[in-house]
Protein backbone atom coordinates (compact mmCIF):
# COMPACT_ATOMS: atom_id res chain seq x y z
CA UNK A 1 0.00 0.00 0.00
CA UNK A 2 0.79 3.62 -1.29
CA UNK A 3 0.28 6.79 0.36
CA UNK A 4 -1.37 7.89 -2.33
CA UNK A 5 -3.91 4.70 -2.33
CA UNK A 6 -4.67 5.74 1.38
CA UNK A 7 -8.38 7.31 1.54
CA UNK A 8 -10.48 8.91 4.38
CA UNK A 9 -12.63 6.62 6.72
CA UNK A 10 -16.58 6.90 6.25
CA UNK A 11 -17.08 7.77 9.26
CA UNK A 12 -14.66 10.68 9.37
CA UNK A 13 -16.58 12.77 7.09
CA UNK A 14 -19.85 12.25 9.15
CA UNK A 15 -20.62 14.90 10.93
CA UNK A 16 -21.52 14.31 14.79
CA UNK A 17 -24.93 15.29 15.99
CA UNK A 18 -25.43 18.60 17.52
CA UNK A 19 -27.24 18.11 21.06
CA UNK A 20 -28.75 21.12 23.70
CA UNK A 21 -27.44 23.95 21.02
CA UNK A 22 -30.99 25.09 21.64
CA UNK A 23 -32.19 26.25 17.86
CA UNK A 24 -29.13 25.51 16.42
CA UNK A 25 -29.40 21.59 16.68
CA UNK A 26 -32.41 19.27 15.65
CA UNK A 27 -32.69 18.09 18.85
CA UNK A 28 -32.57 21.46 21.17
CA UNK A 29 -33.52 22.06 24.90
CA UNK A 30 -32.68 18.96 26.91
CA UNK A 31 -30.82 16.97 24.00
CA UNK A 32 -32.54 14.01 24.57
CA UNK A 33 -31.84 13.72 28.39
CA UNK A 34 -35.21 14.57 29.53
CA UNK A 35 -35.34 17.35 32.52
CA UNK A 36 -33.37 17.18 35.85
CA UNK A 37 -31.93 14.53 37.80
CA UNK A 38 -28.45 13.09 38.02
CA UNK A 39 -28.27 12.03 34.43
CA UNK A 40 -29.46 15.32 32.87
CA UNK A 41 -26.33 17.08 34.30
CA UNK A 42 -22.58 17.42 32.29
CA UNK A 43 -20.42 14.69 34.32
CA UNK A 44 -23.56 13.23 36.01
CA UNK A 45 -23.92 9.30 36.64
CA UNK A 46 -22.05 7.44 38.32
CA UNK A 47 -18.13 6.76 38.84
CA UNK A 48 -16.19 4.20 37.05
CA UNK A 49 -15.49 2.67 40.97
CA UNK A 50 -18.99 2.61 41.94
CA UNK A 51 -20.11 -1.14 42.82
CA UNK A 52 -23.91 -1.02 42.74
CA UNK A 53 -25.24 0.45 46.22
CA UNK A 54 -22.81 -2.56 47.83
CA UNK A 55 -20.05 -2.16 50.06
CA UNK A 56 -16.74 -1.07 48.57
CA UNK A 57 -13.96 -3.53 48.08
CA UNK A 58 -11.55 -0.98 49.71
CA UNK A 59 -14.03 -1.06 52.66
CA UNK A 60 -14.13 -5.08 52.53
CA UNK A 61 -10.68 -6.02 52.99
CA UNK A 62 -8.96 -5.83 56.59
CA UNK A 63 -6.21 -3.15 57.01
CA UNK A 64 -3.45 -5.14 56.93
CA UNK A 65 -0.24 -3.33 59.43
CA UNK A 66 3.10 -4.88 57.59
CA UNK A 67 4.08 -7.59 55.65
CA UNK A 68 4.37 -11.15 56.89
CA UNK A 69 6.02 -14.14 55.62
CA UNK A 70 4.34 -17.00 56.70
CA UNK A 71 7.10 -19.00 56.02
CA UNK A 72 9.85 -17.28 57.90
CA UNK A 73 11.94 -20.61 59.04
CA UNK A 74 11.83 -22.06 55.26
CA UNK A 75 15.32 -21.17 54.05
CA UNK A 76 14.79 -20.43 49.91
CA UNK A 77 17.52 -22.34 48.15
CA UNK A 78 18.36 -21.58 44.79
CA UNK A 79 18.62 -25.09 43.34
CA UNK A 80 21.51 -26.15 40.92
CA UNK A 81 21.29 -30.22 40.02
CA UNK A 82 24.71 -32.43 39.44
CA UNK A 83 23.31 -33.29 35.59
CA UNK A 84 23.67 -29.35 34.15
CA UNK A 85 27.08 -29.15 35.65
CA UNK A 86 28.20 -32.46 33.69
CA UNK A 87 26.41 -32.02 30.50
CA UNK A 88 28.08 -28.26 30.52
CA UNK A 89 31.09 -28.13 27.89
CA UNK A 90 31.97 -24.67 29.61
CA UNK A 91 32.75 -26.62 32.94
CA UNK A 92 35.83 -28.41 33.00
CA UNK A 93 37.37 -31.57 35.04
CA UNK A 94 39.01 -30.37 38.12
CA UNK A 95 37.34 -27.32 38.46
CA UNK A 96 36.42 -25.61 42.08
CA UNK A 97 32.79 -24.86 41.89
CA UNK A 98 31.58 -21.69 43.83
CA UNK A 99 28.55 -19.54 43.88
CA UNK A 100 30.53 -17.01 41.78
CA UNK A 101 30.81 -19.63 39.26
CA UNK A 102 27.43 -20.92 39.30
CA UNK A 103 26.32 -17.27 38.94
CA UNK A 104 28.76 -16.39 35.87
CA UNK A 105 27.67 -19.47 34.20
CA UNK A 106 23.92 -18.17 34.68
CA UNK A 107 22.54 -21.47 37.23
CA UNK A 108 21.65 -18.84 39.72
CA UNK A 109 20.57 -15.65 40.36
CA UNK A 110 22.09 -14.20 42.94
CA UNK A 111 25.62 -15.00 44.98
CA UNK A 112 24.48 -14.11 48.29
CA UNK A 113 21.63 -16.21 48.36
CA UNK A 114 21.84 -20.10 49.77
CA UNK A 115 22.28 -22.55 47.00
CA UNK A 116 22.01 -26.38 47.08
CA UNK A 117 23.38 -29.15 45.12
CA UNK A 118 20.70 -31.77 44.21
CA UNK A 119 21.25 -34.98 41.57
CA UNK A 120 19.53 -37.27 39.24
CA UNK A 121 21.66 -39.32 37.59
CA UNK A 122 25.41 -40.35 37.77
CA UNK A 123 28.39 -38.28 36.43
CA UNK A 124 31.43 -38.49 35.45
CA UNK A 125 34.03 -34.97 35.87
CA UNK A 126 35.76 -34.46 38.77
CA UNK A 127 34.91 -31.23 40.25
CA UNK A 128 35.77 -29.72 43.67
CA UNK A 129 33.21 -27.81 45.56
CA UNK A 130 33.31 -24.83 47.64
CA UNK A 131 31.27 -22.23 49.62
CA UNK A 132 28.27 -24.25 48.64
CA UNK A 133 25.38 -24.26 51.69
CA UNK A 134 23.92 -27.67 51.29
CA UNK A 135 23.57 -30.72 49.23
CA UNK A 136 21.09 -33.51 48.93
CA UNK A 137 22.19 -36.50 50.69
CA UNK A 138 21.91 -38.42 47.06
CA UNK A 139 24.29 -35.53 45.55
CA UNK A 140 26.61 -35.97 48.75
CA UNK A 141 26.81 -39.74 47.94
CA UNK A 142 27.06 -39.30 44.06
CA UNK A 143 29.81 -36.73 44.48
CA UNK A 144 32.12 -39.07 47.50
CA UNK A 145 31.68 -42.15 44.99
CA UNK A 146 33.57 -40.31 41.99
CA UNK A 147 35.76 -38.90 44.23
CA UNK A 148 34.84 -35.59 44.49
CA UNK A 149 35.71 -33.07 47.42
CA UNK A 150 32.81 -31.16 49.15
CA UNK A 151 34.99 -27.89 51.18
Do not use: C
Request: net charge positive.
Amino acid sequence: MLINELKKSQWLNKKSKRLGRWNASWKGNYSTKGQKWQWSRSGGGMPAWFEGWQTPLTQRLPKLKGFKRHFKLVDEYQVVNLWNLEADERITSWVTIDKTLLKSLRYISKEDGLVKVLSKWEISKKLTFAWIDAFSASAKEKIEKTGWSIN
